[in-house]
């Protein structure tokens, strides 16, 4: 059987919590098959030389690991310049936040290639490589370049933007051309796949040559529709062990008085944590019923602080929970409990579980693992309500949450309301009919379909 190589930039650090959904899911996929994981080591190397970061390779039950550090110059081009300030704001619809600075795209090349010449001499004839996210979009290009012939298939774990929007990057032409020379392209909903095929039409003159396959700039590529899930019965387990329980119990026992609600997420402005406690806010000053006893836990986890946009953010929140705490706290009650350090994962199960309200609710995600896992650790006797943003890659499946318009401020807090009001026989029902959902098309169903994708795919 081949051996399965994943790269990824970032790849999990068993000594540390895991935030961030690819991380998770990765390390899930491999421990079930083996093979390799290749990406960034994670540290930056202070007198390191650009393009030049050293390889290590340690093994981790049946997986080795192989990565590479990066110096600070590539580091800032690369990973906090041309990923996080021009791809992740363009992909995620923010325009007014990307930062097109000509000198990043050079670092983006350097890395990718050094990458494609670090992974070379590692690889096997028959292995197959599965490259993940905008990090890495060129990589197979430079890998053929080399002369590699391996089976290569890409996944994009944000969303796709319109093709007016793709376009205001300056190199898309260049981005979208290097996804050809990949054997599939995975994308995580049906609005992507819709995305992507409209920008290879309108820029690329595309035609369809099959089923989801298209020819545009001299070649042709193969895209599909591949929502990531979750592992739900490793969840369960999880949910089930001491560390979830006690998180639970503690929960319970010190907000016996108080309906929980809770949000956990990077701290990214992607994820439209403000709109979030402004909703809540809302709904603190229209349903007063609500005061005294709602309590929002809202994690929001350190993630590329060295980019300014994030900072910004960090500043707007606390003024935010600073203000609603000051206007409407009490002696005994504080309404928002913000808490920004990331949680272990061994204890967000219980946190979920004692909340009667999971807030989901991005302005625009490429997926969103945590509004499946909350629903993975709910008790099925009482569950509690996801409430879910339409603009989450996971809304496309999860029809059976309470979809919100994040930016609708009075919506939110309407449909808040309403699913703490909600009664118990319908709770159960929308939670059965979201169980049965992500167990269908879980993470071992992710892999297993792009991977026999990826078999079929034509040369
Ligand atoms: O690696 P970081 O810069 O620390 O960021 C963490 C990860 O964020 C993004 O995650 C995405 O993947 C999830 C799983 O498919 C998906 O549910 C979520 O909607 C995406 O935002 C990013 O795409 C990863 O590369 C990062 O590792
Ligand atoms: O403090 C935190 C914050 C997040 N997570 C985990 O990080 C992942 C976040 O993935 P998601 O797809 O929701 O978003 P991403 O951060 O990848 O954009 C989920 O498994 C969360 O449970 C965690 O373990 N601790």
Known sequence: MSRLVVISNRIADPRK????????????????????????????TEDGVPGEGKLQTRQAGGVTLATVDLCQEDHDSYYA??????????????????????????GYRRVNQMFARKLLPLLKDDDILWVHDYHLIPLAAELRALGCKQRIGFFLHIPVPPP?????????????????????????????????????????????????RLRAFGGTVQVGAFPIGIDVDEFSRLTAAPDAVQTYEAMKNEYSRRRL?????????????????????????????????ATLIMIASPTRDSV?????????????????????????????????????????????????????????????????????AQDPEDPGVLVLSRFAGAAEQMKEALLVNPY????????????????????????QALMDRIRRHDIHWWRR???????????
């Open 164 to 212: 007016l929007i793709m376009a205001a990057i300056p190199q898309h032409e260049w981005l979208m051309r290097s996804l050809f020379a990949y054997d599939l392209v995975g994308l995580q909903s049906e609005a992507d796949v819709s995305h992507f095929t409209q920008y290879l039409r309108t820029e690329g003159g595309a035609e369809s040559v099959g089923p989801q």
């Open 17 to 44: 919590p895991a935030a961030g959904g690819l991380a998770v899911a990765l390390g899930e996929t491999l421990s079930r098959t083996g093979g390799m994981w290749f990406g960034w080591s994670g540290t930056i």
């Open 449 to 459: 379909t792009f991977l026999e994708a990826l078999e079929k795919a034509q040369d």
């Open 308 to 376: 300014n946009a994030y900072a910004d953010l960090r500043h707007e929140l606390e003024g935010l929970c600073g203000a609603i705490n000051g206007d409407h706290g009490d002696l005994d009650w504080m309404p928002v409990r913000y808490i920004h350090r990331t949680v272990a994962r061994k204890r967000v199960p219980g946190l979920c579980r004692a909340s009667a309200v999971g807030l989901v609710t991005p302005l625009r995600d490429g997926m969103n693992l945590v509004a499946k896992e909350y629903v993975a």
């Open 408 to 431: 609708d401020t009075q919506g939110m807090a309407d449909c808040i309301q309403t699913a703490l009001r909600m009664p118990l026989a319908e709770r159960q029902q929308r939670h």
């Open 261 to 293: 609600l809770m949000g956990i997420d990077r701290l990214d402005y992607s994820k439209g944590i403000p709109q979030r406690v402004r909703a809540f806010r809302e709904l603190l000053a229209r349903y007063p019923e609500n005061q005294h006893s």
């Open 81 to 106: 310049g041309y990923s996080n300030s021009v791809l992740w704001p363009v992909f995620h619809y923010r325009l007014d936040l990307a930062d097109f600075n000509a000198g990043y795209i050079a």
